[in-house]
């Protein structure tokens, strides 16, 4: 017999057994057949054949499959399901894995394929019977498990099992409508002679009752498939099941990224806007009026095109010819929906802006006549129905983009569900108040599954990439802008708002304008987060690194509003070409040659302590930008104070009081200014480290070889063969005294404010104006003149190198470099013309230190130019060094433009908490 | 780093023979990556000097060390500090004497005293002077510590941190190794991240002769081994009256739990006061340098101790962590509603252990931003799960700096000893998002009263730790409080806690502010 036919014969399932043995233990009891005890109608007698008629079509029948779905196959034993699967199997039609059967499960657990319990001793089938009962439990319980995995996944699942009970296909649609896939049926409707005469050749056959039993029961329940809440039923004749035809349906969300979307952010009828912004990305209409682009991108609104703005109508007709032509997508939304509902007839509430739109169809109406708007109204309608809540764009088949409007969980996203589309109108709307967990309600914060997920609804006052979810709504009803999100290039293109459309005094923009200060959403940041940067792109930085941040900004920074820049980290320049040098100028004039960079500044570096300086005019100046009174703040590179709060406050108010008294604050016509500088002597911050490092080793290197070279200038004394080892410990004992004398030359005495000076070099900010674009001559010589206003600060020297062929200048550079690092100095920060700078569209280094061969003495040892260990150490690996100084660079130059544009402090703040971040990544710091 | 041995008297130059290295010629091998040098400066049948030094590869030397990521990794005393590296290399080159195996003809010599003159340095130690010299005055020898002359160019430092070690005293010349490659180390500042077995066999075979008669042995074994497992190992090998006699001299496992833990809050908050520009040194290397220090801390208290010297009081009295915890739990247990908790600012768990085991209480959330405190405090809690506790509190990371959904409208929030550490001027914004955004029913703070300062005779400037920001006095807390509590419509009642003076109240004020209106809407 072949496995097939064994499958036929044995075929049976836990349901029909359980009814069966009801029956039986029922006839036992009483001898005739009766209602069962759980109340259910196990079957009735006599059901009206014709009945099952009425939901049989004749025709061909044609099954349209989902994607993902659930089928069940619905007949009494023998109806040949088994035998129709395992054909459609064999024929390509369905794969292996799509199809699950009881018969299966029940024989992986038990190894049983069939159990006759019915013994003439009423003991004996009980116990087979509780037997049988208790292994088909465990089957079906993990063959739904099965089938809920592969939900879970969006597969289809057939489902090969009798189904002739209600409970055993309801807890299908339940579990369907829980994990938001449609449910189908197809009910095998065999005649019951045939059912019989199957059964009489099977090798164990179940007996004459029983199948007239399970016929009964297939009648009785067919006329209740419809009302049970399956999306397809389908009640089919032997010859109908032959003639089947299935089609797969094409997932409906999928589209390829193919040349390229533009999704445009809630238009809300700002309909000029939008044709500025089309524009801008270069759509151009044609003699339809249908928008094309020439590299036949795609255009995607993420909802919200019309109501609370000015030109719903417009926005709408537009949308709704570029869908019609093909030329454009548009997801659900919440005015969508409504307005959707509206247009049926249905009885909503226009408020919210919405009354604006139906004002529009009645101005439409007196303009145009009742056909014309029924006509319109008809159109939109269609097409804010036909609206699904989210579209999937895929590259080389991956899922890369989600499109929706208000938002989207991860385990929706590819499948269509009525509470999908609740949530994708209105996002996450009922907080989890008595759940033990708690719940964030920000659904991007538990967003993993790699999508980028680009949103509308809530509008934020800029793009806000948080944890690969992306906010394009701008408010540009609202007076913000209007934006639309390119990809792949992954870039914004936003337009003004022509004005405050709504004219809300409670408006989302206004409200946000209002919590600029409020502490940042710890959630956005904590499992690791991406800035999008204007100069470097995205960049992301990892969990553990966060948490290291949050614990700095916790414990040691000053607070969160006055830290508004963190000084990216230097790069090095690669190893020195020559035998005897470690860094030189030369690898670093080079490095810019090849950037295309024509001039370069070099400054002197100081060794001190980096330093920002943020001042304010007076203490009311600052409540603009940082919520409160404040003079100003000093902290150092990882955002700690720099001085005691004493010193701090009288090192302010001499600096204040300095540029005021220069005018400087008038001249400039600001009440702000935040410097980048060095803070000298070196032992100010760093007198611990010094004291426990530098000066304990010299102590140890002075005192080992001075004791070695004494006692070996006696053996040579006393005639042992030591000179050369005489002649080696004396070049030793050198080396611990330059190492002794290099570190001193950095530290002197400071009394207060005495001693202290500062040199800035990036003039980063004034009001309304970050200076990140400009040329260091302009800082450098802005510092000058700043030196010129107090005694506290200082100027630093600085060279213009010129890169022409014919010029002199690169030698002019390495001649300056040496005669001061020989003098000690620790050595010179080469910059490229501009502070920003890009080469082929990638930022250019914005500085390499080049440190000098005796300072070098204090990172890399004493005895560091010794060829074996210079060698060696020329091995440094410094990749890791340059790509976190760009990455730094660029965090600091978008916190310092967001500050100055007085965004909100979350905003500022994820550079700076990414900054300290990517400084907790550790790098070899000696680089 | 150099070992110097010289020896006047009668068949001083026997010493050669023992140490099995012709003084007439140099000694210089590769040891290890190190270079071995020996020298007789001074050779003659009754007078005897041999220079023993050694330069190891500085790059050698640090490669793959735990603090490869360290600014200063490359200035490194390791090159040039006495230690245990110094015997390691020295060992095969001292074998002859060590073993006291010289050729046969001078076998006689091994068992003879010599009068010996030995130094050896430079030596870098956080053991005071007076312990230094008690670890030799203690084995018959005299004694000089010298420290090199300093000067810089600008205030840095009152004197060296090195020194070198000058002793005078009769013995023979295997005894007198056994003992400096046992003190050696002991000596040595040097963070061991590894010691293995093979140090315990060592021990014993160095020791043999003169360790377990020595004062401080028990001081010397913890100094060498450090973990209890290998000072276990070390106590089976001893004879059982000098291991009864090691029990109750020396202390297998360092001081109490709460000590250590006391000890570890104190190091982080002069890590957190220390810390300096220059040294970018990463989380968790800046926390293994913690748990050293906190041990060096725990040891020179010891060492104090050993030189009979009295061991110093810390101004908090110690039980009033304890009667903090016993407060806040009794105010928590009486609450109507205490199902849901929250412990902000929770450190290493332990208030959050206490409120899980309050009746009634159904969760615990352990809210710390340190990541370091925050292993400390899963270890707790899975010890809490083991012993099967019914509410195991959960720890997240968090911060007051932050607002976090999470931690909305729970029963009761707890910020014990939190505020004194945030700077006032970031207080308001902490207290809004409490109070506003999370909406507690019930919040609980409690902080140092500044005025019972005065019974810990602190003066008018110093604070009780030294990371408060501030500490303030009744009437000032009072106050502050009065004004949080209009931010989000709450009412608020004062308690002290620990013991009651008349004039300053009691050292920890706690606020209970309770949500007017009860129920939200």
């Known amino acids: 017999m072949s496995d097939q036919q064994k499958r036929e014969h044995e075929m049976s399932s836990q349901n029909d057994m359980s009814a069966d043995a009801k029956n039986q233990q029922a006839k036992l009891d009483d001898g005739h057949a009766k209602r069962s005890g759980d109340g259910r109608d196990t079957y009735t007698a006599n059901e009206p054949q014709n009945q099952s008629r009425a939901v049989t079509s004749d025709e061909a029948p044609v099954l349209e499959l989902p994607v993902g779905a659930i089928v069940l196959l619905m007949g009494a034993s023998n109806s040949g399901k088994t035998t129709w699967l395992q054909q459609q199997i064999e024929q390509g039609i369905l794969q292996p894995d799509e199809v699950v059967s009881s018969d299966r499960f029940r024989e992986m657990v038990s190894g049983l394929e069939h159990l006759d319990w019915r013994r003439p001793s009423r003991d004996e089938s009980e116990v087979l019977y509780q037997q049988y009962h208790l292994i088909s439990d465990r089957a079906f319980h993990i063959m739904d498990e099965v089938v809920q995995a592969r939900c879970r996944l969006n597969q289809m699942t057939w489902i090969d099992a009798t189904h002739i009970h209600e409970a055993d296909r309801t807890k299908y649609v339940e579990m369907g409508r829980r994990l938001h896939v449609p449910v189908l049926i197809i009910a095998l409707d065999v005649p019951e002679k045939i059912l019989l005469e199957r059964d009489r050749d099977r090798k164990h056959p179940r007996g004459r009752d029983r199948i007239k039993q399970h016929y009964r029961n297939f009648r009785s329940e067919i006329h209740r498939l419809k009302k049970e809440g399956f999306q397809q039923v389908h009640i089919l004749r032997p010859h109908q099941l032959a003639t089947l035809q299935m089609v797969r349906l094409p997932h409906p969300l999928l589209h390829e990224v193919g040349a390229g979307i533009d999704v445009i952010g809630d238009i809300h009828g700002c309909y000029e806007e939008m044709l500025v912004l089309l524009g801008q990305l270069g759509y151009v209409p044609d003699e339809a009026g249908i928008y094309h682009h020439a590299d036949g991108r795609m255009l995607v609104s993420a909802g919200d095109v019309m109501s609370r703005g000015p030109r719903s109508i417009d926005t709408m007709r537009f949308w709704q010819r570029q869908l019609a032509a093909g030329q454009g997508l548009m997801v659900d939304s919440n005015h969508g929906w409504k307005v959707a509902r509206y247009l049926q007839g249905r009885q909503v509430n226009m408020t919210h802006g919405d009354e604006l739109f139906v004002a529009e169809l009645q101005q439409y109406e007196q303009e145009h006549g009742k056909e014309a708007v029924e006509q319109l109204k008809g159109e939109f309608r269609n097409m804010l129905l036909a609206a699904p809540s989210h579209l999937i764009f895929t590259k080389n088949g991956v899922r890369c983009v989600v499109v929706t409007h208000a938002g989207i969980r991860d385990h929706h996203i590819g499948k269509q569900s009525n509470r999908i589309s609740d949530y994708c109108r209105y996002g996450e709307t009922v907080a989890g108040q008595h759940s033990d967990k708690p719940i964030r309600t920000d659904w991007f914060n538990e967003h993993q599954s790699g999508e980028l997920i680009v949103w509308g609804h809530d509008p934020r006052l800029q793009p806000t990439i948080a944890n690969r979810t992306i906010n394009i709504d701008q408010g540009a009803v609202f007076g913000g802008q209007l934006t639309a999100y390119r990809y792949p290039e992954q870039s914004f293109v936003s337009v003004e708002a022509k004005q405050d459309y709504a004219a809300d005094p409670d408006s989302p923009l206004i409200r946000l304008r209002k919590r600029r200060f409020a502490a940042p959403d710890l959630g956005q940041f904590i499992q690791g987060y991406s800035v999008l940067t204007d100069s470097y792109g995205e960049i992301g930085v990892r969990a553990e690194f966060v948490k290291a941040a949050i614990d700095t900004t916790s414990h040691y920074t000053v607070p969160l509003e006055e830290l508004v820049y963190i000084p990216p980290t230097m790069a090095p320049p690669h190893v020195s070409a020559l035998p005897d040098y470690l860094e030189h100028p030369a690898e670093a004039v080079a490095y810019y040659r090849s950037r295309n960079v024509k001039r370069l500044v070099a400054e002197k570096k100081h060794m001190g302590s980096r330093a920002i300086v943020l001042l304010f005019r007076n203490e009311q100046a600052a409540l603009p930008y940082i919520g409160r009174p404040l003079q100003g703040s000093i902290y150092t590179r990882t955002g700690r104070a720099f001085f005691q709060p004493q010193l701090e406050r009288e090192i302010l108010e001499r600096l204040r009081s300095d540029l005021e008294q220069a005018g400087y604050f008038d001249r400039y016509q600001t009440d702000m200014v935040l410097l980048d500088a060095e803070i000298v002597p070196w032992n100010l911050k760093a007198r611990e480290l010094i004291a426990s490092q530098y000066a304990h080793v010299a102590e140890a290197a002075l005192h080992d070889r001075q004791t070695i070279l004494n006692t070996l200038q006696t053996a040579e004394a006393n005639g042992r063969p030591v000179q050369e080892w005489v002649g080696e410990w004396t070049e030793l004992l050198q080396h611990a005294n330059v190492f002794a004398e290099a570190f001193q030359a950095y530290c002197w005495d400071t009394d207060g404010m005495e001693g202290i000076r500062i040199a800035p070099f990036h003039i980063l900010a004034h009001q309304n104006h970050a200076f990140t674009e400009h040329e260091h001559v302009w800082h450098m010589e802005h510092a000058k003149e700043l030196a010129a206003c107090s005694d506290l600060l200082m100027e630093t020297e600085y060279k213009v190198v010129e890169l022409d062929e014919d010029s002199e200048d690169e030698q002019r550079l390495i001649d300056w470099w040496t005669s001061i690092t020989e003098e000690g100095h620790e050595g010179l920060v080469i910059k490229p013309e501009y502070m920003t700078m890009h080469a082929s569209g990638r930022l250019v280094q914005p500085a390499i230190k080049v440190r000098g061969r005796k300072y070098l003495h204090i990172i890399y040892g004493m005895d560091y130019l010794h060829p074996d260990n210079l060698k060696r150490l020329k091995q440094r690996k410094t990749r890791k060094k340059e790509r976190h100084a760009l990455m730094e660079f660029a965090l600091g130059i978008e916190s310092i433009e967001r500050f100055v544009r007085k965004e909100p402090l979350e905003r500022m703040h994820e550079c700076v908490l990414a900054a300290l971040a990517l400084e907790a990544d550790a790098v070899d710091p000696r680089l | ?521």
């Not at chain 2, 020896?7 to 026997?14: C, I, R």
């Not at chain 2, 607002?403 to 809004?432: F, G, K, Q, T, Y």
């Open chain 2, 1 to 521: 780093m150099y070992l110097k041995i010289r020896s006047v008297g009668q068949d001083a130059g026997m010493i050669s023979h023992l140490l099995a290295k012709n003084p007439h010629n140099l000694y210089d091998r590769d040891e290890k990556g190190a270079r071995v040098r020996i020298v007789y400066p001074v050779f003659a049948e009754q007078e005897l000097e041999v220079l023993l030094f050694v330069t190891p590869d500085p790059v050698e030397l640090v490669k793959g060390t735990p603090d490869s990521y360290d600014i200063t990794q490359y200035i490194n005393d390791r090159e040039f500090a006495v230690s245990s590296l110094f015997c390691s290399y020295l060992r095969s080159a001292l074998g002859t004497a060590l073993n006291g195996k010289p050729k046969a003809d001078y076998a006689e010599w091994v068992q003879h005293p010599f009068p010996m003159e030995v130094s050896f340095g430079p030596v870098a130690s956080n053991l005071p002077d007076d312990v230094m010299t008690l670890l030799f005055t203690s084995l018959g020898y005299d004694v000089r510590l010298e420290r090199p002359e300093t000067s810089y160019s600008f205030k840095l430092k009152e004197r060296s941190t090195i020194r070198a070690v000058h002793l005078t005293g009769r013995t023979t010349l295997q005894q007198l190794l056994r003992q400096l490659f046992v003190l050696m180390p002991v000596l040595d500042d040097y963070k061991h991240y590894y010691i293995g077995e093979e140090e315990v066999e060592k021990l014993h075979r160095y020791g043999e002769g003169w360790l377990l008669e020595h004062p401080q042995h028990a001081f010397i074994a913890r100094r060498s081994l450090r973990f209890a497992p290998l000072l276990r190992l070390y106590r089976q090998g001893l004879p059982e009256e000098v291991a009864q006699d090691f029990d109750t001299r020396g202390r297998f496992v360092r001081a109490t739990d709460e000590d250590a833990d006391s000890q570890l809050d104190n190091g982080i908050a002069e890590q957190a006061m220390n810390e300096t520009e220059a040294s970018p040194s990463n989380l968790l290397d800046g926390s293994i340098n913690e748990i050293a220090k906190s041990e060096n801390t725990v040891e020179s208290e010891e060492v104090a101790e050993a030189a009979s010297e009295p061991a110093q009081k810390t101004a908090k009295a110690p039980r009033l962590n304890e009667l903090r915890y016993e407060a806040i739990v009794a105010c928590v247990g009486e609450l109507e509603s205490h199902r849901r908790v929250v412990d902000f600012g929770a450190g290493e768990g332990k208030l959050s252990e206490r409120l899980a085991s309050i009746a009634g209480v159904e969760q615990v959330w352990a809210v710390e931003p340190s990541a370091y405190a925050g292993v400390r405090a899963l270890d707790r809690f899975a010890a809490m799960e083991e012993k099967g506790a019914n509410v195991v509190p959960q720890l997240a990371t968090g911060s007051l700096f932050y607002r976090d959904e999470r931690w909305s409208r729970h029963d009761v929030m707890i910020l014990c000893e939190v505020i004194e550490h945030i700077n006032e001027a970031r207080l308001p914004m902490v207290m809004r998002t409490l109070f506003n955004d999370y909406q507690p029913q019930t919040l609980i703070m409690t902080t140092p009263n500044r005025e019972y300062n005065a019974i810990y005779e602190l003066d008018e400037q110093r604070m009780r730790h030294a990371d408060h920001r501030f500490e303030w006095t009744r009437a000032e807390f009072q106050t502050f409080c009065q004004q949080w509590s209009e931010y989000g419509g709450y009412q608020v009642t004062f308690e002290g806690i620990g013991e009651r003076s008349d004039e300053y109240g009691q050292p920890t004020q706690m606020a209970i502010f309770q949500r007017i209106g009860g129920d939200r809407g």
